[in-house]
């Protein structure tokens, strides 16, 4: 069975929606166990529907706070998950000074949907429930070391 990593990095374009939901919900599954973080390429504002949407599972990602690659306090971390083709860029670039794994999670950009409240909520659900279902598959509770 394979094991825990000890740091995991979740990155997307901002910061401000895919990767804090990511990061939330890993450390809601594995927070004692593997220590979490997550950047973007840009700096953005944290999205409102994305704290919405992760109020309604009982996560609380409202104290999030955006931050870029340079922004980084840590920067040794045993797996990349990176979100968009451009963090995808940025995550192999870290691999020149880091030896790490890096993943490609394509994850679609809720904020790119229009239309009233409902029909924006309905899409950041989306992308949250299939990031649930991606983290659990990856990172199952199975995995907890015994102590």
Known sequence: ????????????????????????????????????DSVGVRGGELDPFAVAAMDEIGIDISRHRPKTFDNLEDTSFDLIISMSPEAHHKALEMTRT??????????????????NREVRMEAYREVRDQLMRRIRQRFPAALVPAF
């Open 1 to 36: 069975m394979a094991e825990l990593p000890g740091s995991v990095l979740f990155c997307c374009t901002q910061n401000a929606l895919r990767s804090p939901m990511a990061e939330g919900i890993l450390k809601m599954i594995h927070g004692k166990h593997v220590f979490v």
């Open 98 to 115: 880091m030896a790490c794994e890096v993943e490609f999670w394509n994850t679609f950009d809720p904020s790119l949907i229009e239309g």
